[in-house]
């Protein structure tokens, strides 16, 4: 969803950007809202994955986050992509290996910071061919995610 300054106001569609990821979570941080006229895309939906894929910094490529409730009259920003798979938890634990990094540093430009949907599609990564057993090991990653998180807002005592 790309848009112009003139199409920015106070409420409307919620315009997910790379500032709205932050450690694999969706947060609040310079929110941008659009008119709803102008929206071009479809809304996210539970489970979609997004994905930083083109931005000035590199170290931003690859950044991404779990959509992780329902989240109305919200679309995905240009220079980012979308994922909606059948493992969602697995896939975005999957996005958090060395491998992917490594698939990162193949395809990007020597001038643009970016990975390109081909790119994207090319990317190898050796997974189970069983759904209830990625199912598992997403949901135990994001078990372990959870426990993480609760851990990181509790106060120091």
Known sequence: MT??????????????????V???????????????????????QEGDIIVV??????????K???IKRQMDNTVIGAF??????ETPDFTNAMLDTQQFTIEINKNLGATINQITTGSFRKMAFVV??????????GTFFRSIDNLITLHQRKPNT
């Not at 932050?22 to 996210?44: L, P």
């Not at 189970?128 to 090991?137: D, G, I, P, Y």
């Open 3 to 20: 848009y112009s300054p003139d199409n920015v106001q106070e409420e409307g569609t919620f315009v997910l950007r790379s500032s709205n």
């Open 22 to 44: 932050k450690n694999g979570e969706i947060v609040d941080a310079d929110n941008v809202y659009v008119s709803h006229d102008i929206v071009n895309s479809s809304n996210v």
């Open 53 to 62: 894929v083109r931005n000035g910094s590199k170290n931003l490529i690859g």
């Open 64 to 66: 991404h986050g779990q």
């Open 80 to 85: 980012m992509t979308g994922i909606r798979s």
């Open 128 to 137: 189970s061919t069983n759904v209830e057993e990625r199912k598992a090991v």
